[in-house]
Each structure stands twice: as structure tokens, then as C-alpha cells.
T-cell receptor, first 115, second 116 residues
């Protein structure tokens, strides 16, 4: 158990809908990262937050957004969902930005199925 | 931008045999290097990491990896594989400089199958 929690574990929804994925980082971790894992794209970085502020963006679609709240939990919002958004979404956390001693620990993921 | 190549998509070894999973990276300097393991239906578990210093790093579950700067490689090894090691293994790199992007770039993964 990494100490990173993600809810829900599974989500099934229809095209065009909007969903929210939630992540609670390890106790004491200030950085939260979101990744998407799909069969065709592999593991791709979406977005990073550090202590409530956005720090870096990766291959995140404009239909997707995220935020980190004062209690440091984070939410990833996916809207106007398409079939191709079906994937496993991981949250990871670290004490600080990537560096010695600041390795990332991953949650169990949320499996999103868009029908 | 950094990139990672894991040349072997699928590897099968017999239980008790040795294992080496290959990882090559592309980066202008020495990156941060990681190996993660993902069991079916699970998240990613950190096996080991390299930041600096000794180029042979030890991890959990009896795994080790060696950083070779001249070959831009960070291969994962285990002397004797157990059936429970069957999983997917990901090599990842992270940039050192403060580019603002502090996330990991992952390879495509190597699926390990262990034969009894």
C-alpha cells in the first residue's frame, strides 16, 4: 500500500458525460501528479500540482482539468467524454518536485470506461 | 525532452532463472532513473531509483539495476526469478534541471511471464 488513495476504483459512463476522479496523496506529500494509462498511448503524464498550484502540464486535453485543494487532495475533471478517454487514470504523490528523496508513489488507479 | 525505450515487449523466463530487463534513455545529461512494477489490476510500485553516486542500485524484492552512462542504459536484473515476479515492468526517467516539468516519462513496459 503506497498510501495514495484514489476514488472511485471503477467508473462507467457514457460519451458526452463529465466525471470527477479524486486523489488523496500520502501524508506529508505536497506534490500530486496525474497520469493516464491506455493500451495505445502507454503511461502519459497529464498534469502536476504542488501545494495547490499547477506546476507542469503534459499531454492533457483541453476537456480535462484538475485542481489541488487546501487539504492537498486533488481532483481530475474529465468532460465531454469520448470513447478514446477510456483508460486507467493514476494519481501519484511526492514530498516535493521530483528530485533526490522525492520519488513518486502511485495510487491504485481509477479505471474509466466510456460507452 | 527525455525519452525511454524498453526494447522487449514480452519476456518469458523459467522460475529460478536470472532476469535482465533492458532500458535505454535519451536525455542531455544524467537523468533521475526509476523502475516500477505493475501487477495485474494494481497500481505502480517503485522497485528502485537512481539519483547519483554508486551506479549499481539495490531495490526491493531482490532487484538491482545498473546505470551505464556510456550506454545510456539502466537495466534491471534479478539473479533468481520467482513466480510472483510475473508482472509488467516500467522504466522511467525524470529531468534534473528545473524546467518546471517534474513528472516522469515512462517506457512502454516489458511484460514478464514466469514459467514453472
Amino acid at each position: 500500500d503506497s498510501g495514495v488513495t484514489q476514488t472511485p476504483k471503477h467508473l462507467i459512463t457514457a460519451t458526452g458525460q463529465r466525471v470527477t476522479l479524486r486523489c488523496s496523496p500520502r501524508s506529508g506529500d505536497l506534490s500530486v501528479y496525474w497520469y493516464q494509462q491506455s493500451l495505445d498511448q502507454g503511461l502519459q503524464f497529464l498534469i502536476q500540482y504542488y501545494n495547490g498550484e499547477e506546476r507542469a502540464k503534459g499531454n492533457i486535453l483541453e476537456r480535462f482539468s484538475a485542481q489541488q485543494f487546501p487539504d492537498l487532495h486533488s481532483e481530475l475533471n474529465l468532460s465531454s467524454l469520448e470513447l478514446g478517454d477510456s483508460a486507467l487514470y493514476f494519481c501519484a504523490s511526492s514530498v516535493g518536485p521530483l528530485g533526490p528523496g522525492y520519488e513518486q508513489y502511485f495510487g491504485p488507479g481509477t479505471r474509466l470506461t466510456v460507452t | 525532452a527525455q525519452s525511454v525505450t524498453q526494447p522487449d515487449i514480452h519476456i518469458t523466463v523459467s522460475e529460478g532463472a536470472s532476469l535482465e530487463l533492458r532500458c535505454n534513455y535519451s536525455y542531455g545529461a544524467t537523468p533521475y532513473l526509476f523502475w516500477y512494477v505493475q501487477s495485474p489490476g494494481q497500481g505502480l510500485q517503485l522497485l528502485l531509483k537512481y539519483f547519483s553516486g554508486d551506479t549499481l542500485v539495490q531495490g526491493i524484492k531482490g532487484f538491482e539495476a545498473e546505470f551505464k552512462r556510456s550506454q545510456s542504459s539502466f537495466n534491471l536484473r534479478k539473479p533468481s526469478v520467482h513466480w510472483s515476479d510475473a508482472a509488467e515492468y516500467f522504466c522511467a526517467v525524470g529531468a534534473r534541471e528545473d524546467t518546471g516539468r517534474r513528472a516522469l516519462t515512462f517506457g512502454s513496459g516489458t511484460r514478464l511471464q514466469v514459467q514453472p
